[in-house]
C-alpha cells in the first residue's frame, strides 16, 4: 500500500486495483483448494501492484506496464514486477509476455473482469475498454477469443462457471 501511495494511486485506481488483487486471490483459493499451486501471498501482491505506474503514466503519457515493470524492479520486487509485465491486453497474444503461471493468469484474468472497482463480465469490461480506448479496437477482437479460454481453463478446474462464481 505504501508504494501505490508512493506512486499517486488513490481514488478509482486504488479501487480497482484492490478489487483486482480480491478477485485474482478468491480465484487463486479455489485453484489452491483444487490441489493447484498457487502462491496467494505473491497473488495479493501483484493484483494490487499491477496499476502501480498507471497515474504517474497517464501524467508523462508512458506505457504505464513498462514503467510499473520499471518501478517495481527499481523497488527491489522483480517476482512482481514480471507479473505486472504481462497484465496488458495485448500479452496474450506474444509468447514472451503471455502469462504462463497461475500467478500471471489470475492478475491478468481479473484485470479484465474488473471495472473500476466493480466486478464485471467479460463482455461489460471489453465494452468499457473500447469506449475508453478506441486505439485498442482490432486487437481487442483478436484477443477476445484467447481469454476467454484462459477463463474456460480457470473455471474448468475451479469447477464452476464464471458467473455463478464472481
Not at 478509482?12 to 496467494?40: D, F, P, T
Not at 461489460?124 to 479496437?137: A, I, K, N, S, V
Request: net charge negative; glycine share 8%.
Amino acid at each position: 500500500m505504501q508504494l501505490l501511495d508512493r506512486y499517486g494511486v488513490k481514488g478509482i485506481m486504488l479501487g480497482h486495483s484492490i478489487q483486482v488483487s480480491r478477485v485474482a486471490c478468491y480465484l487463486g483459493g479455489k485453484l489452491v483448494s483444487k490441489g493447484q499451486n498457487v502462491n496467494l501471498d505473491l497473488l495479493e501482491c501483484a493484483g494490487l501492484l499491477h496499476d502501480v505506474a498507471k497515474q504517474t503514466s497517464l501524467d508523462t503519457g508512458e506505457n504505464h506496464i513498462e514503467h510499473g515493470y520499471d518501478i517495481l524492479m527499481r523497488e527491489g520486487y522483480p517476482e512482481i514486477a514480471n507479473i505486472v509485465a504481462k497484465h496488458g491486453v495485448s500479452s496474450i497474444l506474444d509468447e514472451y509476455l503471455k502469462p504462463k503461471t497461475w500467478e500471471e493468469k489470475l492478475v491478468y484474468y481479473a484485470d479484465k473482469r474488473v471495472n473500476h472497482d466493480h466486478i464485471v463480465s467479460l463482455m461489460d469490461r471489453f465494452e468499457y475498454l473500447r469506449e475508453r480506448y478506441p486505439m485498442l479496437g482490432d486487437e481487442l477482437n483478436i484477443v477476445w477469443p484467447l481469454i476467454r479460454e484462459l477463463e474456460d481453463e480457470i473455471f474448468s478446474i475451479i469447477g464452476t462457471d464464471m458467473d455463478s462464481d464472481l
